[in-house]
């Protein structure tokens, strides 16, 4: 079975500024995928990022961006330049491919990130 | 109506009735799912349906009952449930069928159990 790890059960920074927030796995898998969920308050959950396991290359989508360390099983979430919309719940996701498409996510227990203005 | 959703939001419910939660997604996907975000565990799946078909079943107990009548319709039948299965309820689709596309989740419905 596979677990996921968020450490930081909340953080806080202030706008403008940089922050990252921290997720381990642990999997005996070697074709999964991984994924940043956010959920503000009230609202529903939307992806804010995704990295398949066989790529090498950390993805980026606008100012997010993660550091995937595969051997170290560490997949982190860099918000650069952090707005006020950022304040959610930050869900760290594991999914194990079986090629049948259908795959549940394993989630951690979420980091609390607030964006002070 | 766009992406998924789900009725009702908000759902009070005593120990002894029955009622049900329904989902829909609107994105031709052809994989469903039931999750439970309870507030002191992580977000836990509970059912997966790929095609209409019930491909996974994470221990749930016998009280929950999910329904796929099509791809686009999911449905979970309570009854006679616990307090401690109060919580909020998320779906989600995905395409399925052996192609790969992230999970979209509809909003959820908070349920109370008295």
Known sequence: AQTVTQSQPEMSVQEAETVTLSCTYDTSESNYYLFWYKQPPSRQMILVIRQEAYKQQNATENRFSVNFQKAAKSFSLKISDSQLGDTAMYFCAFMMYSG???DG???GKGTHLIIQP | ETGVTQTPRHLVM???NKKSLKCEQHLGHNAMYWYKQSAKKPLELMFVYNF???TENNSVPSRFSPECPNSSHLFLHLHT???EDSALYLCASSQGGGR???QF???GTRLTVL
Do not use: I, R, V
Request: proline share 10%; hydrophobic share 35%; charged share 15%.
């Open chain 2, 14 to 16: 005593g120990m002894t």
């Open chain 2, 52 to 54: 209409k078909e019930q």
């Open chain 2, 81 to 83: 449930l616990q307090p």
């Open chain 2, 100 to 102: 790969f596309t992230e």
């Open chain 1, 105 to 107: 996510l394993t989630f």
């Open chain 2, 105 to 107: 989740f509809g909003p």
């Open chain 1, 100 to 102: 049948g498409g259908a």
